[in-house]
């Protein structure tokens, strides 16, 4: 029916950046009357793209081009040769982007996605929209004009979405938003009547999945309780102190029950608030940490309706799924505040900080600073938000992913995770640490903490035996592959494996020499990385001689050993930093089969490709 | 025609002339002749006080946010005749918007229930028809039920190379907007420094909190002391936490402070 159609808003979230823009779009879009719809792109159904009238695309890019979880399947539609130019003609559509320039593929997934729509047949709204992370003002240095442009533009090509014009200023009077949840608070005589009978790990594991399993942050493909809970028996510094590194080693051993995870896979983490920072909230918003709650969206939906909710206390509510002291809060918390903030000087101050003249301030003040949702608060003492406003936007409780050091074959029962314990100063000087590896450091093996994980396939595939690797994997990056040789030491006490070449970096041999009793027992002796079974192990200081020596440097000495094992068929595997490593490592890759063959520079670029397309050419890259 | 006509509604009023519009929207003449049976609190009936098969025309005025309940909707279409009419509408009592959320559902439940040729009207209703068979056929739904995306992905079909979709322009990465080299951004000054912002740097990391600024803080502005939101860009007091006016400085030691 012509007239039930709706503007259809679909975004690709992977850390809720594009969800964030989405939502501003869709609080826009119900301010000008527009009917729509929001979606994530895993909840909408391909085939029916055709019949849109209009669709707005909002799509992150992760670290390596690649497109976000959600988007996988929609984008492998989209890419059948059999959807003919005319497939869309008639759709109107808009595409914006939220990327980081300091990755190599800036933004390609919405790139692509343009380009795709466009040769669909697709006519755009408007030009597409790139947001930088790395830009002054983040990525809504970009949203601002380019909404602006798509209210305009939509208006003109479909005016009966927007029945009152393009612009519509906000008045004074007019009420903000409903909140998107509703919080029913129960009386409950017993305290512990729902989780009593079980024991005290099933306890933890039901109060977990409760609460985190009703936040409305929560997406569609996360999992709500954990998969099993780590106990740390070994928690040891890899670094020396004080040579400005704080790396760690922590061995954890399953509690619950085993699960079998591969070389290569990833551990996700739930970290551990400060018990002090969450009694800070929620004094400061005059909470009740004792009273039992259920939170369920507003507009609720069919599905949920018979989902059965397990009221939980709101302390607990506020512990595992609120991040209340790491992650700073979005813009739109600020236009809340604005309205419940009862002194003049602070309303004024926070509509500053939500109007596009106020953008810039906002962003030095709050993102550069990493201003916590606490200390947002504590600086605006006059608010007093309901409950159900904090739950929409204090930002969920994230769990962290960390490579996995160990292979299971060596270490059956037991998880080992090399972690960069974070901190840093920011722009005004303050002191700041990370939740998640500061908490981990912290944690003293004789406590007994249970630790709340999840295990997850990550982006280097487990090589088999028979496989030549060539492994390059400065600082942390040597995470990964440190289960990868731990695993071929296990293997070739049984048959022959292939050879390991492995390039590690680091500052200064005596500070920050990750493993190195590890790998040097594993380089001699015919170990899986020694020269005389065709491996190598090469290490790069780059600070302990006035000139620079990083594992590119040391990938070109070995020139020759590189292209032997490439002809032979080996992988790469490249793990670490993502700023600049993997763009130079590629290159040097690059010139190694340049040089050694005598062939062009294009035609190395071309041969690596080619690599990485048969999939023997992996990245895994983090910020 | 003459013909019998039930107007039910959840809410506790029916109006007549809704019912009237109603009928006037089933297309049917002669309002004169109608004398339609008005219940009210539809949804708390368990059974409808009608004979089966005995109506032609069932007039659900909905007030409600919700779906109105599997049982009515049976109900209803027991008492209707073969290829009678319900036309769902919602009440102008209603909240704005809130009979749009369910017309959908709603449009599957009448399938369900074994109604046929559900059609949604412009005025926000809905319109569909008992079926001119009893108890005992079937026949296939011409509704899809969208209730989860289908991938109906051929994986055996050609994929096109995605990396052909990026032209030269693409590969690029944006240039950022030129730093002003305004003091207090991130980027330390490089070494070989030559805008003068080196110089600059060393002037602002000498200016430090006096003995007397921390004694006896006082500002024209009155901001410093209401913490980072409200200073200025060159506030010497940037990054500690909010303090009172002429109060001495306390760096209390809770885990908010800044340890300088």
New interface residues.
Partial sequence: ?K??RKLLILYASQTGNALDAAERLSREAERRACPFNLLSV???????LPQEEAVIFVVSTTGQGDTPDSMK?F???L????LGQRWLSGVLYAVFGLGD?SYQK?N?VA??LD??LM?LGGTTIVERG?G?D???SGYEASLDPWLSSLWRMLNMVKPEFLPNGPDVVIQDTVLIDQPKVRITYHNIANDESHFSSASDLTCLNMQIGSARSMHPGKSSSDRSRPGCFLKMVKNLPLTRSNCGKDVRHFEFEFVSHVLKYETGDVLEVLPGQ?S??VD?FIRRCNLDPDSFITVSLR?MD?HNTHDSRIPVKLRTFVEFSMDV?SASPRRYLFEVMSFFATAE?ERE?LKY?ASPEGRDDLY??NQ??R?TV???L???PSVQMPFEWLVQLVPPLKPRAFSISSSQSAHPNQVHLTVNVVSWT??????KKGLCSSWLAALDPCDGIHVPTWFHKGLLPTPSPSLPLILVGPGTGCAPFRGFIEERAVQSRTNSTAPIIFFFGCWNEDGDFLYRDFWLSHSQNKGVLSEAKGGGFYVAFSRDQPQKVYVQHKMREQSQRIWNLLAEGAAVYIAGSSTKMPADVTSAFEEIVSYENEVSAEDAVRWI?ALEKCGKFHIEAWS | MDGAVLACTDGAVLPVSQVFDAIRELGNGGLEQWDPLVLTSASLLSKLPVDSSSVDFVILIWLSIDCPVDQLIQEILRVLKVDGTILIRKSSQSAVGSF??IIS?LENKLLLAGFTEPQ?L?SAGIKAKKPSWKIGSSFALKKVI?SS??????FD????D??S???EE?LK??Q??P?DCEI???RKACKNCTCGRAEEEEKVLKLGLTTEQIDNPQSACGNCG?????RC?TCPY??L??FKLGEKVALSG???A???
């Fill in positions: 029916m007239g039930m895993d909840q909408y159904d391909p085939s029916l399947v984008w492998r539609y890419l059948q040769r059999n320039s800036y390609f790139k692509k380009k795709r040769d790139l930088d790395q830009h002054p400060d002090a920072a800070a507009e069919d002291a000087h101050r900080f030095q003040y550069k600073e201003r606490l200390e947002v504590e600086d605006f920011t722009p005004y000087k303050r002191k490709r | 749009d959320k559902s949604v412009q969208r995306p289908k991938m109906q992905i051929d079909s050609d994929l096109i995605e990396d979709l990026l032209t693409d990465k944006p950022l907007p730093g207090g951004s991130t209401l913490g980072d939101a409200f860009s940037k990054g936490p909010a809770n885990f908010l800044a340890d300088i």
